[in-house]
């Protein structure tokens, strides 16, 4: 439980060292009854002596009689030479504490415990967080609660005699149990009911008869998306009150049952979930800098302006304002002008977003959603899955308070509908290039150019009043040329104003020549390209060149270092270049040393490309690009997993890359250009047969991290997938090969076995078509690990086996300690225990000696399998507790899903259902946002056992139900064990 994790550290906290407090006095009765003088502990003596001095600090400062003393050592029937004991343990207390903390009073004693009282200090934290609490402050109240139970260590007056000490054991007892109930039902209001159901699992299989910790544990499933096990909870509860005490549940939990049972929305979170770390309403202040020089539009920002304003005020309804216009129209800057200019009539705050509708991949509701809950105070762990929940969640947030949202480059109506505020007192501002008349309730507004006078007007206050006033006819020959588009008349104004040497006539000159501009495209988009060929035309013959050739990269952003690598420049050189580019807004600096096109600079740039750039210094600027990230990514997986043969058998870069001077480092780079790297990966594969296709398959190898993480898989896997299409196409075995045997690791992790079987199995006949040494070991070791969870436990081990052989032939002894880690399981099925043991430990002493980075893990993982088989659990936990934080370090969610869930299991074959509970509840919420539903059916399986085993029998048929569920859909022959847990006893734990 977290307050017994937290225990030490509130400790420090609440009962300050001899180095805080000098020589300060310290007591503890939360735990075994102690002492301390600073940092030095203090001998309490005997039993009784202990129990003479727990009397006296429960007395709270007050003296009490030697008799009732004697009473609360010694009972009803003290011996006779009680009274004489008494005085000598209160002679040896006063020696070691000192006459100023015992005193002598009227024949009894008084012991002045001062601040540093464990007790008191709890009853301090239990006060400020009913205040907190009263005030509305549950971040608050929780924090101070948390701190009142951290202060518990084990059980209170440990081993003390006496009937007053078990009475008063038996009340702090109960204390500490409302604290944790009340604590845990501020975690359910807070929103953290997926976090809290591990906790209540346990709590609830400690105090079975008790049915407040039931009822949270209802609540919390049943938010949590596990309706079934929040009525399998109330099933077992019914069911042992009746067998027990021959009654039935109480009022609250009967009535709680029914509104489960009729799914009533009241049940849903609470409409404003708070983060831990505030103390009011999170008040986000999104919106952009307003331009300074913002100009004309002077009935747009009425019109916008009061629809808005109108909406915040009392009894307004719901303001929808959609912007339309062609790009570089100015919608973007009049809707941040509006909005600033609306602020205060929303004082609950703004909410900004960028949907990058343009783009080849808009922005997704359901990320944006995700973006904003936690804007608005949500807690990562509060926020569900699917769009449809996440947008109720976010509509209920919103109520009662006055908002406005400020939707920037919508692609169409679909892309916003979930994003807009349900409720009165707020309002959505949206932009976009599409009309969005299929937008109910919508207020549209066409954005269309400039007037020739508001045109006019930005350009002076750009360029400066006294050189347009001697030029005006050269000055509205610019602001026509550039067809009065806002953006393009910027981008003019803003280079003529830092060439003092050129005139405004030199600059009309130079747009008067139609031949620089787009004829041949649409109006709309002319105007658009026009205005870049006015700044594109201006630039030096250098900027130009990194102008066309950044563009040509997929990727969302670029770093420095990876632009230094397509323009062929060190990197200080390219920053120089870079600046220089973002000075005259053709691209912006998105954060320090990374930088971004607009999207529709970024169209045109492309095309500046095709028409400026030969197909030769196009395809090596993206092969520079690739070599970058292929030898960074190299660099990071070389001290990720030292004595990799794999960086063997790559194709050779052309360009160095990133050096890290530590795997921490190297991992930042990795996650940090994780979206930008893959783009690079599918933008090789989009180049058909003349592309790099070689490296990229090869920079998915030394980016496999990404894969396993969860974090990036589904991005990863589309990027395999593209490349498989491209290699089977033009006839490249050997890149086909291992984008297969990616490929189907990525359906292993996803559950999808028999498609994982089909993707290894072509993988290797094609490895072994062209000899290729690292297709002819990973793929029967992916054969050996798909054959596993399908009990084909001799092909399993087969696989392996040629695996291993492969590896050792190829000298990768890091492939071979997989090889044999893997095959231990096999081992193990197969009934050759000591052999399992054998090689899971040849495996991790490999690990061990080469160093290895989260794959150390992974050998960890295995020989916690082999010893728990062996029966030796301690050291199978030991292993395990081992594997976690490399696991958490390398940030691989998904083996530190399958550690816990490992440690479940260990915990339930050695009887402590509760902890397996727990550890499985963990598992499961890690795994939560992974997909996957292989694994999670197999750890909602050993869930439903450890609740079997503790008497929760409903909800662990729930658990079951759920997995077979899965297991069915999956074609998994593990259903055939739920099954016979469903139907008949227990059967054995199911293996992953």
């Not at 490349?723 to 050997?734: F, H, K, S």
């Amino acid at each position: 439980m977290r307050a017994r994790r937290a225990v030490r550290r509130h400790q420090g906290a609440g009962m300050a060292s001899g180095k805080d407090q000098g020589g300060a006095l310290r007591f503890a009765v939360l735990g075994p009854v102690r002492a301390w003088r600073g940092a030095e502990p203090i001998s309490a003596g005997s039993p009784q002596q202990k129990a003479l001095l727990g009397a006296l600090l429960l007395r709270g400062g007050r003296a009490a009689t030697a008799q009732e003393l004697l009473d609360a050592v010694w009972g009803e029937d003290p011996p006779p030479t009680a009274l004489a004991a008494l005085r000598s343990y209160a002679f040896r207390l006063r020696k070691a504490l000192g006459a100023e903390a015992l005193a002598t009073v009227d024949g009894g004693y008084v012991l002045h415990a001062g601040d540093g009282f464990d007790l008191f200090l709890a009853e301090r934290h239990q006060a400020a967080a009913e205040k907190a609490r009263a005030a509305g402050d549950l971040a608050t109240a929780r924090e101070e609660l948390r701190g009142a139970l951290a202060l518990f260590d084990g059980e209170p007056l440990a081993g003390l005699p006496g009937p007053y000490a078990e009475t008063q054991r038996t009340r702090l007892l109960e204390w500490r149990l409302q604290l944790t109930e009340t604590c845990l039902d501020l975690d359910l209001q807070a929103g953290c009911h997926a976090e809290a159901v591990s906790e209540l699992t346990v709590l609830s299989a400690e105090h079975p008869l008790r049915e407040r910790p039931r009822a949270l544990l209802m609540l919390a499933l049943y938010r949590s998306g596990r309706q079934a096990e929040a009525l399998g909870v109330y099933a077992d509860t019914r069911r042992l009150l009746d067998d027990e005490l021959g009654v039935d549940p109480g009022a609250e939990l009967a009535e709680l049952h029914q509104r489960v049972l009729e799914a009533d929305p009241s049940l849903l979170p609470p409409p404003v979930p708070q983060a831990e770390a505030v103390t009011e309403p999170v008040r986000p202040a999104q919106l952009p800098a307003t331009v300074a020089d913002f100009t004309g539009r002077v009935a747009f920002v009425r019109e916008l302006g009061e629809r808005l304003a109108a909406s915040s005020a009392e009894g307004g309804v719901m303001s929808v304002s959609a912007v339309a216009g062609i790009g570089g129209v100015g919608k973007t800057t009049l809707a941040v002008h509006v909005a600033h200019a609306v602020a205060g009539t929303f004082p609950d705050g703004q909410l900004y977003i960028d949907l990058q509708g343009t783009a080849a991949r808009p922005a997704e509701p359901e990320t944006v959603l995700a973006s904003f809950l936690r804007s608005l105070g949500v807690t990562d762990s509060a926020i569900p899955e699917s769009l449809a929940d996440r947008a109720a969640l976010y509509r209920s947030t919103l109520a009662g308070r006055r908002i406005l949202t400020l939707l920037d480059n919508a692609h169409d109506a679909a892309q916003v509908r979930h994003l807009l505020p349900g409720t009165p007192g707020c309002a959505a501002l949206i932009t976009s290039r599409a009309r969005m008349v299929d937008l109910a309730g919508a207020h549209l507004v066409d954005l269309d150019v400039m007037s020739p006078e508001e045109a006019l007007l930005l350009f002076t206050r750009i360029v400066g009043e006294e050189r347009v006033a001697a030029e005006r006819q050269a000055a509205l020959d610019v602001v026509a040329a550039c067809g009065f588009l806002p953006l393009a008349i910027r981008i003019a104004a803003s280079r003529l104003a830092t060439r003092r040497t050129w005139t405004v006539s030199f600059l009309a000159r130079k747009l008067s020549d139609e031949r620089r501009r787009l004829d041949e495209l649409k109006a709309g988009d002319l105007a658009v390209k026009a205005t870049f060929e006015l700044g594109y035309g201006q630039l030096t013959a250098q900027q130009a060149r990194a102008f066309r050739l950044l563009a040509l990269a997929d990727g969302p952003d670029i770093s420095l270092e990876a632009a230094a690598a397509v323009l062929d420049l060190d990197v200080y050189d390219a920053e120089e270049l870079l600046e220089t580019l973002v000075d005259i807004s053709l691209i912006e600096s998105a954060a320090p040393a990374r930088y971004r096109y607009h999207d529709l600079v970024r169209l045109y740039a492309r095309d500046c490309a095709e028409r400026h750039e030969g197909d030769d210094a196009r395809c090596a600027a993206v092969s520079r690009l690739l070599d970058f990230y292929l030898a960074s990514a190299m660099c990071a997986y070389e001290l990720e997993n030292p004595g990799d043969r794999l960086l063997a058998h790559l194709a050779p870069v052309g360009r160095a890359g990133m050096s890290f001077g530590s795997r921490e480092e190297g991992l930042d780079w990795l996650f940090t250009e994780a979206p930008s790297l893959l783009a690079a990966v599918r933008q090789a594969a989009a180049g058909g047969c003349e592309g790099p296709m070689r490296r990229a398959v090869d920079l998915l190898l030394v980016s496999q991290d990404l894969m396993e993480s969860g974090i990036h898989a589904r991005q990863y896997e589309r990027a395999t997938r593209s490349l498989v299409a491209t290699a089977d196409a033009c006839g490249e075995p050997l890149v086909e090969g291992r984008a297969r045997v990616l490929l189907g690791q990525q359906y292993s992790l996803a559950g999808r076995l028999e498609e994982a079987d089909r993707e290894a199995e072509r993988s290797l006949a094609l490895g072994r078509a062209v000899g290729d040494p690292l297709t002819s070991s990973y793929a029967p070791n992916l054969r050996g690990m798909v054959a596993f969870p399908l009990r084909r436990f001799r092909d399993c081990a087969d696989h392996h086996s040629q695996a291993l052989e492969a590896f050792v032939a190829d000298g990768n002894r890091h492939g071979g300690a997989a090889a044999l880690s893997n095959l231990s399981r096999a081992q193990i099925e197969l009934g050759d225990v000591t052999a399992a043991v054998a090689s899971a430990e040849q495996a991790l002493s490999i690990y061990r000696e080469l160093r290895a980075g989260f794959r150390l893990g992974n050998g960890l993982y295995a020989l916690a399998i082999a010893l728990t088989a062996a029966g030796r659990r301690e050291e199978a936990l030991a292993s395990l507790s081992e594997a976690l934080p490399v696991f958490r370090a390398a940030r691989q969610q998904f083996w530190e899903a399958m550690s816990l869930f490992r440690m479940a299991e260990v915990h339930l074959t050695s009887g402590a259902h509760r902890q397996s509970a727990a550890l499985a509840e963990q598992s499961l919420n890690a795994l939560r946002d992974l997909g996957g539903e292989l694994y999670r059916a197999k750890v909602l399986t050993v869930l439903g056992r450890a609740l079997a085993e503790a008497g929760q029998v409903d909800r662990a048929r729930a658990c079951w139900r759920d997995a077979l569920a899965a297991f069915v859909a999956l074609g998994s022959p593990d259903a055939d064990e739920v099954r016979r847990l469903l139907h008949g006893p227990a059967a054995p734990a199911i293996a992953v």
